[in-house]
C-alpha cells in the first residue's frame, strides 16, 4: 500500500490509501483505492504535515498487514499430555454480549451504586457480566456460572470475586431492578429509537422444586399445569419485541390486577405518552377496560368466543356485513354499547362492585387455515376422550385435562383427583361438540380505538388484527427465557435473590433480542446463541490460539458487529484488542 496523491483541475491534492494488484482477467497490475482521505488542505490545520502523517499511517497498515500474514512455525512434544482439569477450548464469543453490557452503561452504573449504597468490597460489575454471559451461552446455576467462568477467554481476572461474593451480590442486584430497566430503556431509546405508543403486555410463571410456600412462591394457577410453588412475572415489550420492564410477583396473584400498573408506571416513570396496551383475553376485564380508558389509554385485547353473550355469538355466525378477502379469509365490526362490571374503592378502603356502560370497537374475523387449525387439535382431544371414556379408571382430572369439556358422566375425587366410581356411564357430550364447532377459525378483538381521520379509521379493522397479531412477540419471549434461558427451575429460595435472578434473565432476553435485531431478524434466539457458543479458540502454542467453527450465522454476526471471525487463528494480542475495543463505548 501507498499513499497517493492526486491533483485535480482547481489544483487541489486529494488524498487516498492504494495498492497495486494483479487483474487475472486483464493479464496486468491495476491500482485500486483501499481508503479515502481526502483533501490536503482539508488536514493542514490538523497535522503539522500531513504528508508525513499518512505516509506514517500507510507504513502502520503494511506493517499489521504483513504481521497478519506472517507465517508461525509451532513446536510441540508428541508426549505432551492434558493437565488434569484442563480445558483448553475458551469462548471468544461472549464479546458480542459485552458490548451491550457496555452500551447500556452498566459498568459505571453498577460501580457507583456498589460505593454508595453497599458493604460490598467486590467487583459487583464483573459479577453481574459473569451472570449475563454464563445465563446466555451456558445456563444452570450461579454456582455454576462462577465454576465456569474459566471458559471465557482472559476474563478479567478470574480471582477478582468469590462464590459467596456472587450470592452476596444478589441481594443488591434486586434493590437496583426498577433502576436498571429504566436505565436500559434509556439506553435503548437514545441509540436505536423506541416508540411506546403500542405496548404488548402478557404474564407467565415459573414453578420452583419445592413443595412448602413461602410470601413469594405460592401455588396457583400454573401455566405448565404443575403442582409447584410458582413465582409470575408480567413483561412489557414494545412493537419490536424489544423487552421494556416487568414484574415479578407472588404465584397466587391474579395476573388480571396486574396490566393497569405497569401501564400506568410506563406512562409516569418512561414519560411514554398515550399508551395502547395489547394482551390476550386474561387482561379483558371490566376493570381493565374501564380504568384505562379512563386513563385515557388504549387497549386492544383478544375477546373469549365460547365464553361470550349469546347475543355476540350471534352476531359472529351472521353472515351479515362480512367483508370476503377472496374465499378464506373475512372480517367485519362494530361499535357496541356494553355493559361491564367495575370495581370502585371506596374511603374506607374496601371496594364495591357498579355495573357501567362502555362503548367499545368489536372486530371479528375468520380464517381458514385457523378453522382447519382448529379441528385438528379437537380430533387429537376427541381420540383423548374415547381412551378416557373407554378405560376411566385409567385417568385422573390432571391426565384427563384437554378432552373433559367433552365427556359425559365422569366425576372426580376432590382429594385424590381420581375417577369415581358411579352408575352413570360416560360419553360423549355431542352438544359441546357441535356447539364448538360453530365458531371454528373466528377470531375476536375488542378495542376503544374510535379516532377517525377523514371519515375513515386510523386504525382500520385490518391494522387492528395486524397490531393484535403482533402480541407473538412477547409470547415468544417466554418461550425464550423457558428454554434457551433456562430460567426455570430457580435455583434460589430468598425473594430477594429471586427477584434478582429474574432482573439476569430479563438483562439477557434484551440482549438476545438486541443481537436479533442487529442481525436482520434472520436467526433464532437458539441459532444466535449456539453460533456464540461455537466461536470459540484452543491455545495452539506460543502466541497463538487456533479456531475451529465457521457458518452463516458466524459470519453474519462478524458482519454486524464489525468483528472478523472468520480467521483460523488469532494471536492473543488480537483477541485482546477486539476485547478491549468492544469495551470503548
Excluded at 50 to 74: D, L
Excluded at 449 to 456: A, G, I, N, T, Y
Aim: hydrophobic share 35%.
Amino acid at each position: 500500500m501507498y499513499l497517493k496523491k492526486a491533483k485535480n483541475k482547481a489544483g487541489r491534492v486529494h488524498l487516498s490509501i492504494a495498492e497495486g494488484y494483479w487483474d487475472k482477467e486483464r493479464g496486468h497490475t491495476r491500482t485500486r483505492t483501499v481508503k479515502t482521505i481526502g483533501y490536503l488542505d482539508d488536514y493542514e490545520d490538523k497535522y503539522e504535515n500531513p504528508i508525513a502523517h499518512f505516509t506514517k499511517v500507510v507504513e502502520e497498515m503494511n506493517a499489521a498487514s504483513t504481521q497478519n500474514a506472517a507465517e508461525y512455525t509451532i513446536t510441540s512434544r508428541k508426549d505432551q499430555q492434558l493437565s488434569i482439569d484442563e480445558t483448553r477450548r475458551m469462548n471468544y464469543g461472549y464479546i458480542i454480549i459485552l458490548k451491550y453490557f457496555y452500551e447500556f452503561g452498566l459498568e459505571g452504573f453498577l460501580n457507583n451504586r456498589r460505593l454508595r449504597e453497599s458493604k460490598l468490597e467486590c467487583n459487583t460489575s464483573s459479577i453481574m457480566k459473569l451472570l449475563l454471559i454464563s445465563r446466555i451461552l451456558s445456563p444452570g446455576s450461579k454456582k455454576r456460572a462462577y465454576e465456569e467462568r474459566g471458559r471465557y477467554f482472559d476474563f478479567e481476572n478470574k480471582d477478582a470475586f468469590g462464590l459467596v461474593d456472587v450470592y452476596r451480590s444478589l441481594s443488591h442486584f434486586a434493590k437496583l431492578e426498577k433502576d436498571i430497566q429504566l436505565l436500559i430503556h434509556n439506553r435503548i431509546t437514545k441509540n436505536y429509537g423506541r416508540n411506546l405508543e403500542l405496548i404488548y403486555y402478557d404474564v407467565t410463571n415459573y414453578y420452583f422444586e419445592i413443595d412448602t410456600e413461602d410470601d413469594l412462591r405460592k401455588k396457583g394457577v400454573s401455566k405448565e399445569r404443575r403442582p409447584n410453588p410458582i413465582v409470575q412475572m408480567g413483561l412489557a415489550s414494545d412493537a419490536e419485541g424489544l423487552p421494556i420492564s416487568y414484574e415479578v410477583f407472588a404465584g397466587n396473584e391474579s395476573e388480571k390486577l396486574q396490566l393497569r400498573p405497569a401501564v400506568f408506571e410506563l406512562r409516569d416513570k418512561y414519560e411514554s405518552g398515550r399508551i395502547i396496551a395489547v394482551a390476550d383475553a386474561a387482561q379483558n376485564t371490566g376493570n381493565n377496560i374501564y380504568y384505562l380508558d379512563s386513563g385515557k389509554q388504549g387497549y386492544i385485547f383478544s375477546q373469549s368466543i365460547r365464553g361470550s353473550s349469546a347475543a355476540f355469538k350471534a352476531y359472529i355466525v351472521d353472515e351479515d356485513g362480512y367483508e370476503w378477502n377472496g374465499d378464506e379469509y373475512k372480517r367485519k365490526s362494530r361499535v357496541e354499547r356494553r355493559e361491564i362490571s367495575v370495581d370502585f374503592d371506596r374511603r374506607d378502603g374496601t371496594t364495591h362492585k357498579k355495573k357501567v356502560f362502555v362503548d367499545q370497537r368489536q372486530i371479528v374475523f375468520y380464517s381458514k387455515k385457523y378453522a382447519i387449525r382448529a379441528r385438528a387439535k379437537r380430533e387429537a382431544a376427541l381420540l383423548k376422550a374415547q381412551k378416557l371414556i373407554d378405560n376411566p379408571s385409567a385417568y385422573t382430572r390432571a391426565t384427563a385435562y384437554g378432552c373433559l369439556k367433552y365427556v359425559m358422566n365422569i366425576e372426580f375425587d376432590k382429594d385424590t383427583g381420581e375417577v369415581k366410581e358411579t352408575a352413570s356411564v360416560p360419553c360423549f357430550n355431542f352438544d359441546a361438540i357441535a356447539e364448538e364447532e360453530k365458531y371454528d377459525g373466528y377470531y375476536a378483538i375488542v378495542t376503544n380505538l374510535f379516532e377517525m381521520e377523514s371519515k375513515k379509521w386510523k386504525y382500520d379493522d385490518g391494522k387492528i388484527i395486524d397490531m393484535y397479531r403482533g402480541l407473538w412477540r412477547a409470547e415468544d419471549a417466554f418461550k425464550v427465557t423457558k428454554s434457551d434461558l433456562e430460567s426455570r427451575p430457580v435455583h434460589m429460595s430468598r425473594p430477594d435473590r429471586i427477584k434478582a435472578h429474574f432482573l439476569t434473565c430479563f438483562i439477557s432476553l434484551t440482549i438476545l433480542r438486541l443481537i436479533q435485531k442487529k442481525t436482520g431478524y434472520k436467526h433464532s434466539a437458539e441459532q444466535l446463541i449456539k453460533a456464540i457458543n461455537n466461536i470459540s479458540c484452543s491455545h495452539e502454542g506460543g502466541n497463538l490460539y487456533l479456531f475451529d467453527h465457521r457458518c452463516e450465522v458466524t459470519d453474519a454476526l462478524g458482519k454486524a458487529f464489525g468483528i472478523d471471525f472468520t480467521k483460523l487463528r488469532l494471536t492473543r494480542g488480537e483477541i485482546k484488542k477486539n476485547i478491549g475495543a468492544i469495551k470503548k463505548y
